[in-house]
T-cell receptor, first 115, second 111 residues
Framework: ETGVTQTPRHLVMGMTNKKSLKCEQH?????MYWYKQSAKKPLELMFVYSLEERVENNSVPSRFSPECPNSSHLFLHLHTLQPEDSALYLC??????????????FGEGSRLTVL | AQSVSQHNHHVILSEAASLELGCNYS??????LFWYVQYPGQHLQLLLK??????LVKGIKGFEAEFIKSKFSFNLRKPSVQWSDTAEYFC?????????FGRGTSLIVHP
């Protein structure tokens, strides 16, 4: 248990569906992140939220839409995805300090399969 | 833009063998460096980190890493691996609050 919970753990969706991934942390952290983990590729940073404000959008297609309603919750809304979007989506949180991100605490991930 | 390269994608060792995993980063400014480990079926967790000071950093479970600024490297080492070290290892670099990772190295240790 890391204190970062992701739901659902597994998701299968068609290319025309709309679904959402949810991340929740109760560690008192004020920064949250979405990463994409694909085989044979670097762990890709998608979005960073600090104090509920998006501070990084790493050239992610608009079919991925993040939402951070408060410092404990982070969503990734998905619509009209492509099969190449199939991957493990990881959420992380941290408490930034002294010009550093601080240790990242990761959830166990949501395994997404797009048919 | 910062980036991280891990040279060894798959490593297979026998127990008690020594381990060194290569990591190079590219970033123009002050950078923080770290290694994360992902055991089978588990979440990513911090193994060790370098922010400043002694370039030789010691982490959990007997792992250590050395920051060599002139080579932009932060290689991970362990003198004698165990079967329980079987996992995926990710090197990361952070500048300006943006943590970037490499593609990971899969380590399999045979008993």
């Amino acid at each position: 248990e890391t204190g970062v919970t992701q739901t659902p753990r597994h998701l299968v969706m068609g290319m025309t569906n709309k679904k959402s991934l949810k991340c929740e942390q109760h560690l008192g952290h004020n920064a949250m992140y979405w990463y994409k983990q694909s085989a044979k590729k670097p762990l890709e940073l998608m979005f960073v939220y600090s104090l509920e404000e998006r501070v990084e959008n790493n050239s992610v297609p608009s079919r991925f839409s993040p939402e951070c309603p408060n410092s404990s919750h982070l969503f990734l809304h998905l619509h009209t995805l492509q099969p190449e979007d199939s991957a493990l989506y990881l959420c992380a949180s941290s408490h930034p300090r002294d010009r550093a991100t601080g240790e990242l605490f990761f959830g166990e991930g949501s395994r997404l399969t797009v048919l | 833009a910062q980036s991280v390269s891990q040279h060894n994608h798959h490593v297979i060792l026998s127990e008690a063998a020594s381990l060194e995993l290569g990591c190079n980063y590219s970033y123009g400014g002050t950078v923080n460096l770290f290694w994360y480990v992902q055991y089978p079926g588990q979440h990513l967790q911090l193994l060790l980190k370098y922010f400043s000071g002694d370039p030789l950093v010691k982490g959990i479970k007997g792992f250590e890493a050395e920051f060599i600024k002139s080579k932009f490297s932060f290689n991970l080492r362990k003198p004698s691996v165990q079967w329980s070290d079987t996992a995926e290892y990710f090197c990361g670099a952070e500048g300006s609050y943006i943590p970037t990772f490499g593609r990971g190295t899969s380590l399999i240790v045979h008993p």
